[in-house]
């Protein structure tokens, strides 16, 4: 049984402190979905879990099965069971996937993976997430439409099986069936690895396809409410204000404002 | 030593004294040749009208190579030329090739590490010298610590070459400290009608696709040699020989630091 302990965590973005004291714990088997309004922390807590350099814990612990996952670095963190399913993808030019993931798997065993228990095991991802099967000769991510690029996550998830994986919006992007075999392949994965999760999604149809066993709502960097589907429900149906007078917090609301935009330099000699 | 090749060959040499090698692809001969380099070594090649080449060099000197490659080619020939070097010593190369007569068309892929405290110095030149010939350069590099490399990538167009074609691209990836990258792409072109480009990029690797890999499980040096590999890989389609290609993927791999070799480093 793996165990996901988050306690107390403060994490702040270039000296502005987006989570101010969120606990959460996330056990094998579990399905945790993490909603609330945008701006307010659910990628911050995702990325500071996996370690990218970009957000600094400043307080409070992560622990994964009694291990302290700050001390570890990010490729420790992947090797130790933790996986981040990313919104946004990085394209690498030159490498291709089946390398990419080969070296992945390799990494983390003494001996290297057969490449006939490799071609099987990536074949039958493939064909799980309906991808086209040149997916393992094109480059990493380059050139895949948004929804390619989160279904190939789900490839990477199935192939490194985590012991807990965290999905950040990883629905954006797809169309209705291509949602449906997304969580198909989520729900599959977790049954044959035992392993937890933690959803970020906006979209109630995608919970409806999973049925998380838990639900929290992350306002202002702190979870204010937790619950089971009940509350999905709830959310889907009355949005995210209620919770501002029931549990006296303040969403941070996205800059929406217009600013001005600038033209670039002028090119013309002065003088 | 001279080589001569008619209809279709496949051939392997293996350069271990310093020399001068001759070769001489008849007329509508096609095939492949992958020649290792240990010494220095000239090279004068030819190829008649008609025919077609793979020819992949391979860096396996010890010591500082000299490698001076001239070529030849005749009407509609056409050749596909590599050069991968992943030693740890110095390179100086020196390629010119010329294409003669109309419908001649050349292509060169480089490859090269550069290692720690390595000096890869290279000067290639493709000479338009009849209309309706083409000339494409793709350089890549990968650097670490103190690396110094240079390449002057010259595509000469003469009067009267209508319809020629040069381009050339440089890419280079800068990964350590100290490094020297040198890159000079050059276009001299002395007709109207024809086509010509130059592109390069020098640079460190992206901070988000290092993350991202490391993500997966890969430590910062194996994330890198990852990177570095999409530099050097495409070289080796010039390879026609599967179980030898796998045998060298595999070497650059290792080299570049896939399998955690140089962790510490």
């Known amino acids: 049984m793996t165990e996901l302990v988050i306690k107390d965590l403060h994490v702040s973005v270039e000296d502005k402190e987006i989570l101010k004291g969120l606990d959460l714990t996330i056990h094998s088997g579990e399905r945790h979905a993490l909603m609330g309004p945008n701006g307010n922390g659910k990628s911050t807590l ?28 990010v490729d420790q963190r ?15 030019s030159g490498v291709t996937n089946s390398d990419f993931l080969r070296s992945c798997i390799n990494a983390r065993q003494e001996k290297p993976i057969s490449l006939f228990k490799f071609i099987k095991e990536m074949d039958k991802a493939i064909q799980q997430l309906d991808m086209k099967p040149d997916l393992a000769h094109r480059f990493l991510n380059d050139g895949f439409s948004g929804g390619e690029k989160k279904r190939n996550e789900i490839v990477q998830m199935m192939m490194l099986k985590p012991s807990i994986a965290m999905l950040d ?10 949602l449906k075999i997304v969580s198909e392949a989520i729900d599959q994965c977790q049954k044959e690895n035992d392993m937890g999760l933690l959803i970020v999604s906006h ?32 959310i889907d149906t009355q949005g995210y204000e209620w919770l501002e007078e029931e549990y006296h917090v303040k969403a941070n609301k996205e800059d929406t404002r217009k600013r001005p935009t600038s033209l670039g330099l002028c090119g013309a000699k002065r003088g | 030593m001279e080589k001569q090749y008619i209809d279709v060959f496949q051939d392997e040499l293996l350069i271990d004294a310093p020399s001068q090698l001759s070769i001489h692809i008849h007329k509508q001969a096609r095939g ?29 000197n010890q010591d500082k190579l000299k490698l001076d490659i001239h070529s030849n080619l005749k009407k509609d020939a056409e050749c596909k030329m590599g050069f991968l070097d992943m030693e740890t010593d110095s390179v100086s190369m020196d390629l010119k090739t010329v294409l003669d007569e109309p419908g001649a068309h050349f292509e060169l892929m480089t490859g090269q590490l550069g290692q720690e405290n390595t000096i890869k110095h290279n000067n290639i030149e493709i000479l ?51 490094h020297k990258a040198k890159v000079i792409p050059l276009l001299l072109i002395d007709e109207n009608d024809v086509k010509a480009s130059h592109a390069q990029t020098i640079g460190q690797p992206d901070e988000d696709q290092l993350y991202y890999l490391k993500s997966r499980g890969l430590s910062h040096r194996q994330a890198l ?14 390879m026609d020989n599967e179980s030898k290609k796998e045998e060298l993927r595999q070497e650059m791999e290792n080299k570049v630091g896939l399998y955690g070799n140089r962790e510490n480093s």
Do not use: W
């Not at chain 1, 130790?80 to 919104?87: R, S, V």
């Not at chain 2, 590099?141 to 381009?167: E, P, R, T, W």
């Open chain 1, 46 to 73: 995702l990325a500071a879990i996996m370690g990218n350099p970009k957000y600094k814990v400043t307080q409070g612990s992560i622990t994964l099965d009694g291990e302290d996952v700050l001390k570890m670095e």
């Open chain 1, 78 to 92: 992947s090797k130790a069971g933790l996986f981040l399913g990313m919104q946004y993808p990085s394209e690498i």
């Open chain 1, 169 to 178: 919006e990883i629905d954006s992007g797809l169309d209705v069936d291509a």
């Open chain 1, 203 to 234: 979209y109630a149809r995608f919970y409806e396809y999973l049925q998380p066993t838990h639900a929290h709502v992350l306002v202002d960097g702190r979870i204010v409410v937790s619950g089971g589907q009940e509350l999905i429900e709830k």
């Open chain 2, 32 to 60: 492949s040749l992958f020649i290792v380099v240990q010494e220095d070594v000239q090279i004068s090649i030819v190829m008649d009208e008609q025919s077609s080449s793979h020819i992949l060099f391979y860096n396996k």
């Open chain 2, 128 to 178: 338009h010298k009849a209309g309706y010939t083409q000339g494409l350069m793709q350089n890549f590099a990968v650097l670490f610590d103190k690396a110094d490399y240079q390449m002057v990538a010259n595509g000469n167009i003469k009067k009267g070459c209508s319809q020629a074609q040069s381009h050339q691209v440089t890419r280079v990836l800068t990964l350590g400290k100290d």
């Open chain 2, 225 to 238: 040699g990852l990177l570095s590999i999409g530099y050097l890989l495409p070289v080796l389609d010039l």
